[in-house]
């Protein structure tokens, strides 16, 4: 990862280092889709995750089928963003394993975890890509962020030696006219190309790894120490997948597009405390970076190939410093309205600016805030498994974990987001924070798979050492999910959102993602406070026949949650003695009685109700829907729940009927609620 500027020269960086990583919660996807395999088909599919092809999540089903090729029946979990103050925080829950251990005393290799998120207008069932040829269908395929319903990566016309503009804006026009409606989508096919122009950065440490050049003749930012050959995954650029923070502006068009899709906005960084002034003061998130911009024709390429000032200009292009955003407020036109906007938020950074300073027309900018920067969880090497979490009175062993606040988004509209979360260890044979590429083909440094003469006499050990896995980038990335706006009754509240984790196997079966369990499974809030109680699970993983043990219909992910008297038990009280759903109130549903509310999460919504409300339609209330399934075969396998708000202080331990199985598995938890 990259970690420090020179004025002109290419840059002096930390080489990164990464190890498998997985995302529990949210739901990381490993590249998977809706596979009905315990592998994945498709490790290209969105992002380099050079993960094993087994771990990750399905895309969430909505019912109790599969989703199919009709993406109105994928479910997107849906959180509620955070307000505008320190107050009105929403609070997630973020989980991971990651395998080669991090924080451990000793250091047996220097590590980081960099929290990520991505976001574009969520808009309209109707802004949600088709396969029509006019402008607008084109740029919901080339913008609209979605998880896709083929497991089949991006097409992509790549640049050739020598390109004429004439050329360049006949391919383009082709790889924005052919993206597909049915394939994911994260990084923009405009990015990737860019990717591809761009020069590598010269001054990274890449040992005794030659890298290779492209069509373009030089080697470019699609190559990297670890992806000598420049494979390419979904439009993920990789040089900027392996250095942190990069040094260009990640923004994913060259304005702003329809959809406002965001460049990577900073959420995280944990690892060696003393970094954290540097870290913050290179995170693009209120901090512009620059890029190469040439002709501002439409016919004509507008992006450089080169990465520093000097020879930007030499060769005619403008060296052009570039704003980073999580959403521009479009109905704001005064610099006065702006600061009035500005004063209102006590979360983001708001400017009166430029989106690019080659361009005078000024906008209302929403920056994020400083990321959050510290420890990372500690936890062993050759582990996929529970870290030693600092968390105040959550001394629970726990998989790694860091407790995020949803972003804050002052336009009020509903955001698609994608989090990745990536984990870099180094090995310490050299110093990697000051190691660049005056070092490289120095086997005094590092040398690959060397053999050593330690016994003295000639006869020699071989060393399992290769030079392109000690710079390797490991991550994860989870489903589309959508941020919503607050509703008013949530003005003043903290919300912490509590989910759901793992999926239908035993604990062997599904290794390395986990068996089921609540998150977090131990909550303690105040009275004041909200709590936000939502699942989803999928309906295809029933692993091909190797394995899918628990109740119910093979392959499918069921949850629902039922009081219970103590923790240690088996059996769920009934709803009319169940006296903790007397103390609640639904912010979703404001009509719905705690009888409601209760009949709600004990079907995972098969049943919305004891009886209708605003929200709840009769026909789908207890007292008129169709018989529930024992097992909860019918019910839906993602549920959107309830935003609680309490009457008072309280308690609550819960299970869930269907999978909590003594001696096999346990989905147990408890939701204490304090004055």
């Not at 997107?76 to 973020?94: C, D, F, I």
């Not at 992910?557 to 039922?562: A, K, Y």
Request: net charge neutral.
């Amino acid at each position: 990862m990259r970690f420090g500027f020179k004025a002109v020269l290419p840059l002096l960086l930390l080489q990164a280092v990464f190890a498998d990583v997985y995302l529990q919660n949210p739901r990381g996807s490993n590249n998977r889709l809706d596979e009905t395999t315990a592998n994945r088909k498709n490790a290209n599919r969105l992002f380099d995750s050079q993960n094993n092809n087994k771990g990750g999540y399905n895309t969430g089903d909505r019912l109790a089928g599969e989703f199919g090729s009709r993406v109105q029946r994928q479910y997107a979990m849906q959180y509620y963003g955070s307000g505008p103050s320190a107050a009105e925080a929403s609070k997630l829950m973020v989980e991971w394993t990651n395998q080669h251990g991090c924080g451990e005393p000793g250091e047996k290799n220097k590590c980081n975890i960099v929290i990520q998120y991505m976001c574009n207008r969520n808009g309209t069932d109707e802004d949600y890509p088709s396969r029509g040829s006019s402008d607008q269908s084109i740029q919901e395929r080339a913008f609209y962020l979605r998880d896709g319903t083929s497991t089949s990566t991006m097409d992509y016309r790549k640049l050739r030696r020598g390109e004429s503009d004439r050329s360049y804006t006949k391919r383009m026009e082709d790889n924005f006219k052919y993206t597909r409606d049915d394939r994911g989508l994260h990084e923009t096919v405009w990015w990737y190309d860019f990717c591809r122009y761009r020069e590598a950065n010269g001054g990274l440490f890449t040992a005794d790894q030659d890298l290779k050049k492209d069509e373009n003749g030089y080697v470019s930012a699609s190559r990297t120490r670890q992806n000598n050959d420049g494979t390419r995954r979904g439009y993920e650029c990789p040089e900027e997948r392996d250095y942190f923070p990069y040094w260009q502006p990640t923004n994913q068009y060259e304005d702003l597009s329809r959809f406002q899709n965001t460049p990577w906005i900073d959420l995280a960084w944990l690892g060696d405390k003393s970094r954290c002034k540097y870290i913050r003061d290179n995170s693009y998130n209120q901090k512009g970076k620059h890029r190469c911009v040439h002709s501002q024709d439409d016919d004509e390429r507008s992006y450089g190939r080169y990465i520093n000032k000097k020879d930007c200009e030499s060769k005619g292009g403008e060296w052009v410093e570039f704003a980073s955003f999580i959403e521009v407020l479009e109905d704001i036109k005064s610099q006065t309205e702006c600061t009035r906007a500005a004063r209102l938020d006590g979360r983001n950074k708001i400017i009166w600016g430029q989106l690019r300073s080659d361009k005078d027309e000024k906008k209302c900018i929403v920056q994020a805030p400083e990321l959050l920067c510290d420890e990372a969880p500690w936890t062993r090497v050759n582990h996929l498994g529970n870290a030693f979490n600092d968390m105040g009175d959550m001394k629970t062993p726990n998989a790694s974990r860091v407790e995020v606040d949803m972003p804050y988004f002052p336009s009020g509209e509903a955001k698609r987001c994608v989090m990745r979360l990536r984990y870099n260890i180094s090995t310490t044979d050299y110093d990697p924070w000051n190691t660049d590429s005056k070092s490289n083909d120095n086997d005094d440094v590092i040398e690959n798979n060397p053999e050593v003469d330690v016994l003295g006499n000639g006869e020699e050990l071989q060393l399992a050492l290769n030079t392109a896995q000690t710079g390797r980038t490991f991550q994860d990335r989870s489903h589309v999910y959508v941020v919503l706006p607050r509703l008013e009754s949530m003005e003043d509240k903290k919300l912490y959102n509590l989910n759901v984790r793992g999926k239908r196997g035993n604990i062997v079966q599904t290794f390395p993602a986990t068996e089921y369990d609540f998150i977090p499974d131990r909550l303690v809030v105040n009275k004041n406070d909200l709590v936000h109680i939502q699942w989803t699970g999928s309906n295809s993983h029933d692993n091909n026949n190797d394995g899918d043990a628990g109740q119910g219909k093979g392959g499918t992910d069921r949850h629902n949650l039922l009081q219970m008297s103590s923790l240690g038990e088996s059996y769920p009280l009934k709803i009319k003695d169940a006296n903790f759903w007397d103390n609640v109130e639904s912010l979703t549903d404001p009509k719905a009685t705690g009888e409601d509310i209760a009949v709600g999460f004990a079907t995972s919504g098969f049943y919305c109700g004891k009886q209708k409300t605003d929200v709840c339609e009769e026909k789908y209330s207890l007292k008129k829907k169709r018989r529930l399934d024992d097992e909860l075969d019918n019910a839906p396998a993602s549920y959107f729940g309830h935003v609680l708000k309490f009457k008072k202080a309280g308690q609550m331990v819960y299970m869930c009927s269907r999978n909590n199985n003594f001696s096999n598995r346990s989905q147990k938890g408890s939701l204490w609620v304090k004055n």
